[in-house]
C-alpha cells in the first residue's frame, strides 16, 4: 500500500485548502484513514479519521466544526476539506490507512504512511 498526498501550500489566515491522500497497491475499502499534522518544534497529533465502510468520523477538538474528512473508496482517495484556517494550522500533514475499525484516532494504530504535505497559513 502507498499513499500519495497533495494539496498543500500557502494560504491566508480565514482561507481554505483541500487536501487529497490517493492509495495505491492494494483495495483501500477495507483501511480507515486519518490526517496527520506535525508542526515545528511539536509532536504529531491526530486532526481526523474516517472508517471504512460504516462514515465514523473523529475530528481534533482543534479543527471540529472546520475541517471535513470524507473518501470515495471508488477512487482510492481521502480528502480533507480544511476551511478558517489560521496559523495555528501551519504543519505538514500525513495521511495513514489504518486496518483497525472504527476510526482511530491514534498514530500506533496506522500501518501505511504517505509523504507529508506543507500547509503555511500566513498573511
Known amino acids: 500500500v502507498q499513499l500519495q498526498a497533495s494539496g498543500g501550500g500557502l494560504v491566508q489566515p480565514g482561507g481554505s485548502l483541500r487536501l487529497s491522500c490517493v492509495g495505491t497497491?492494494?483495495?483501500?475499502?477495507?483501511?480507515?484513514f486519518g490526517w496527520f499534522r506535525q508542526a515545528p518544534g511539536k509532536e504529531r497529533e491526530i486532526v481526523s479519521s474516517i472508517s471504512s465502510h460504516d462514515g465514523i468520523t473523529y475530528y481534533s477538538d482543534s479543527v471540529q466544526g472546520r475541517f471535513t474528512i470524507s473518501r470515495d473508496n471508488t477512487r482510492n482517495m481521502v480528502y480533507l476539506q480544511m476551511n478558517s484556517l489560521s496559523p495555528e494550522d501551519t504543519a505538514v500533514y500525513y495521511c495513514a490507512a489504518s486496518l483497525w475499525t472504527g476510526a482511530p484516532r491514534s498514530a500506533e494504530e496506522y500501518h501505511y504512511w504517505g509523504q507529508g504535505t506543507l500547509v503555511t497559513v500566513s498573511s
Open positions: 497497491g492494494y483495495n483501500l475499502d477495507n483501511y480507515a
